[in-house]
């Protein structure tokens, strides 16, 4: 159990969602998409937070001024509605005004997509298939990946820094549930094989966080283009040092953490959203007969490598 609330599977993909998903689920397949909409898919932990401010920052001719209010309102989440408690973390807000914004769209988060203004940068952990049928055909969307050893460490430490997931698993723990499908929004294979279908189409572009990782510069530029846009050279160092690790954990517009007085002060003080930032830290949290097991599940899953994937 990796969430206080009552789960349920969503078909047709057997995800892994909270109850309240049913309420929205036909409202998301049936919303309206607009040519501008810019979708960013990921499974949770791929680096989604990093790539919707790449995103938005494009998409909004890189305005850094206006960058600095908060991600949650400059870039909905689309089927936040469903998810985990009261409380969702989100990046520091500390006024009540803002905190009742979130709340606000917390309440009905399909209805303040379709309420915002264009260009909308949308997030979400759905696959294609669960999104309205005339997505990819209409407006641009980019799906982002991660190796799933990293993935499933990272998502380990979201799940236990925030008190209102309740997880108390051993990493090992953790990761079982997750190789059973049973973390939030299930199954990682599921959802790459759902989206690895659609690689080849135009409007889809695929960003590995190892490649943004390596290359930030050149993957914004292919970003850009994608997207259609052309920006100065000066201008795309900006938003290099605007994304680099150490910039973007310490902006408060990107960097989630549990709204003040939902958890102990304590507790908040040390909740990193963006925690290490790092290709291959899984090393540390795999051992022996364990990560044999491991990898035996994802030659299951992923046989012969058919969806390629960067571990280092
Ligand atoms: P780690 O927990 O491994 O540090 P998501 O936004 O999809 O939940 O992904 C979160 C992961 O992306 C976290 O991974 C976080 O640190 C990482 N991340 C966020 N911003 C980043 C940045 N600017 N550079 C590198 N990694 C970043």
């Excluded at 005004?97 to 309440?107: L, V």
């Excluded at 997030?123 to 669960?130: D, R, V």
């Excluded at 997880?167 to 759902?194: C, D, I, N, P, R």
């Excluded at 690689?199 to 850009?224: C, Q, S, V, W």
Aim: glycine letters at 4%; hydrophobic letters at 40%.
């Amino acid at each position: 159990k990796t969430c206080m609330v009552d789960m349920v599977v969503a078909q047709p993909y057997g995800i892994y969602l909270p109850k309240k998903f049913e309420k929205i689920a036909e409202d998301i397949y049936n919303m309206k998409i607009r040519p501008d909409d810019v979708f960013m898919i990921a499974f949770p932990k791929a680096g989604g937070t990093w790539n919707q401010e790449l995103l938005w920052q494009l998409s909004n001719g890189l305005d850094f001024e206006k960058g600095k209010e908060n991600l949650f309102f400059r870039s909905p989440f689309l089927e936040l509605t469903c998810l985990c408690g009261d409380a969702p973390a989100v990046p520091a807000m500390d006024d009540n005004e803002a905190m009742d914004r979130m709340m606000k769209i917390k309440q009905n988060s399909v209805q303040s997509v379709a309420d915002m203004p264009s260009p909308r940068v949308i997030k979400t952990h759905l696959p294609l298939e669960m999104l309205p049928p005339n997505l990819l055909d209409t407006a641009k969307v980019v799906w982002v990946n991660r190796n799933v050893n990293d993935s499933v460490v990272s998502f380990y430490h979201h799940e236990k820094l925030l008190p209102v997931h309740g997880l108390t698993a051993s990493f090992e723990e953790h990761a079982k549930l997750y190789m059973e499908g049973k973390t939030l929004y299930g199954s990682y294979w599921t959802f790459m094989q759902a989206m690895w279908k659609h690689k080849d189409h135009p409007n889809l572009k695929e960003i590995k966080y190892e490649d943004m990782k390596n290359d930030l510069k050149g993957t914004i530029r292919n970003t850009a283009k994608f997207l259609g846009k052309d920006f100065p050279e000066e201008k795309v160092d900006l938003l290099v040092e605007h994304l680099s690790f150490e910039t973007f954990k310490n902006n408060p517009a990107v960097n989630m953490k549990p709204p003040k007085g939902s958890v102990p002060d304590e507790v908040r003080d040390q909740f990193n959203f963006i925690r290490k930032g790092q290709v291959g830290d899984w090393k540390n949290y795999f051992q022996g007969d364990f990560l044999e097991e491991w990898n035996k599940w994802i030659d299951n899953n992923n046989p012969d490598s058919a969806i390629p994937m960067k571990f280092e």
